[in-house]
């Protein structure tokens, strides 16, 4: 199967292999086809699998072969995307994918001026990539106009969902020609997503494509609720009791595992840490440091971690949980490998109830909670609580008291993650994510 044989044009194909891109990924081969073809499509796959240009590609090869209509131009093509980080990527994807083809294209999210989209909308465009909330300002501006998009994409469809962007999603597809074909990309699909389908799609094909990592089931996944203040001392307690395993600890931030370091490395634990604010060859010092067994621990951040050869271990620790629940499955996949046994162990505060459930849905099980003596948490963690906005750092401090604004929330956008909360809430500011308007809306 080559992308010459999926009958994209050449403009296309010219830069997917100035890109590298040789042979198309499974979901690519089955998708491509399908979406040329004109069909809806429920696509169940995850980030790492190609799904970006599973869409793109097709999309952009509709837009290569017809001419716009005369005057300012309308977008054609709309993405819909949970947040800035993946409108970005997906934009930056489209631009490459599109670096030999006439089309104009732009970003719309919240948390930025509102100016410089209204430029770039007035100016043209025939590719949109939007968060819901945000493109719901601008049509209610009236900058926008969705009358002449030809086909729309929901990428990351559980995601949004989970956000609490229903209802804008369904204010905006209110305000699309119902002749359109429509794409939608999900992780997983439960009712509300099959729903969504079943009203806004037309006998839609389905394309499912496996993880890229497979979970071996020799791994036990365990969690330990705990208040987020007591997690270094629980860290260090599991470690002093398990004093033989070497361990790789994950943290979300850069300067979080650094901190973490230091702290273990106080506490007598010889610990490194790597991450994106290290160079390349210092990652690779401190890497080469746990292999010959010089540091007990290694500190990691998702995206530092990635790519490196770190041998199988018995136990990997998620001192944050992943933002994303797929960042779950690469991290256990350091553990468990080639029919060993492995375990994993989650810290998990009331701020991260959302994202073991979504872990939970990623692993088709419940994670077994065990409270340890000792480190109790003051109250029980909920699951049903919203996951936080990716973009808030822990202890990044910063101004949270927008965020905590009960405020009334247009177009259903998300609510203030504590809003589900108790009302004995403790923590620091910083330590809370809440997904605020910023959070792509
Ligand atoms: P995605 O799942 O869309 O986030 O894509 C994951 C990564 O794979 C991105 O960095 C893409 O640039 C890359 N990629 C997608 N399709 C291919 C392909 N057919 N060959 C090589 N790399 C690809």
């Known amino acids: 199967m080559s992308f010459e044989s999926l009958g994209l044009a050449p403009a296309l194909l010219r830069a997917l292999s100035e890109q590298g891109y040789t042979t198309p990924t499974p979901i690519q081969a089955e998708a491509i086809p399908l979406i040329l073809a004109g069909h809806d499509l429920l696509g169940g ?70 100016g410089p989209q209204v430029d770039a909308l007035r100016r043209g465009v025939d590719v949109l990539v939007a968060t819901p909330g945000r493109l ?17 994409v929901m990428d990351e469809a559980d995601r949004m969902l989970d956000m609490g962007f229903l209802p804008a999603i369904k204010r905006v ?45 020799t791994i036990a996944h365990r969690a330990h609720p705990v208040d987020s203040d007591n997690k270094r001392d629980l860290l260090i307690s599991i470690l002093a009791r398990r004093h033989t395993d070497q361990v790789i600890v994950f943290g979300r931030t850069k300067h979080g595992c650094n901190r973490l370091a230091e702290q273990l490395e106080t506490a007598g634990i010889k610990a490194v840490a790597i991450h994106g604010n290290k160079s390349q060859a210092q990652r690779q010092k401190a890497l080469n440091a746990f292999k010959a067994a010089k540091a007990r621990v290694l500190v990691a951040t998702d995206v530092a971690a990635r790519g490196l050869d770190i041998p199988n271990l018995p136990l990997v620790i998620n001192y944050d949980l992943p933002m994303v629940a797929e960042d779950y499955v690469h991290r256990i996949g350091r553990t468990g490998r080639n029919g060993a046994t492995g375990e994993a162990l989650s810290l998990v505060s009331h701020d991260e109830g959302g994202l073991l459930r979504q872990i939970q849905r990623v692993l088709k099980k ?25 973009r808030s750092k822990r202890g990044g401090g910063g101004n949270n008291n927008a ?19 108790g009302p004995k809430q403790r923590g620091g500011p910083g330590r809370r994510g809440g997904a605020s308007r910023s959070a792509g809306a």
């Open 45 to 114: 796959a995850q980030t790492g699998t190609g799904k970006t240009a599973a869409f793109s590609l097709p999309l952009l090869n509709r837009l290569s072969k017809t001419t716009p209509a005369k005057g300012p131009r309308k977008p054609r093509v709309l993405v819909l995307v949970p947040t800035r980080e993946l409108a970005v990527q997906v934009h930056e994807n489209l631009r490459g994918y599109a670096r030999h083809l006439p089309v104009a294209s732009c970003m719309i999210f919240g948390g930025v001026g509102m």
């Open 173 to 217: 597809l209110a305000k699309l020609p119902r002749e359109r074909q429509t794409l939608l990309f999900s992780a997983t699909f439960e009712a509300q997503i099959k729903a969504l389908a079943l009203e806004f799609m037309r006998d839609p094909r389905q394309v499912q494509v496996a993880t890229q990592n497979t979970i071996a089931e």
């Open 136 to 152: 719901l300002d601008h049509m209610e501006r009236g900058s926008v106009r969705l009358d002449a998009i030809e086909v729309l």
């Open 403 to 421: 965020r905590r604004a009960p405020g009334h929330r247009p177009h259903g956008k998300p609510a203030p993650r504590h809003a589900h909360a």
């Open 366 to 390: 419940d994670v077994e909670m065990i409270a340890v003596e000792g480190f109790e948490p003051s109250r029980p963690i909920r699951l049903d609580v919203a996951i936080p906005n990716p």
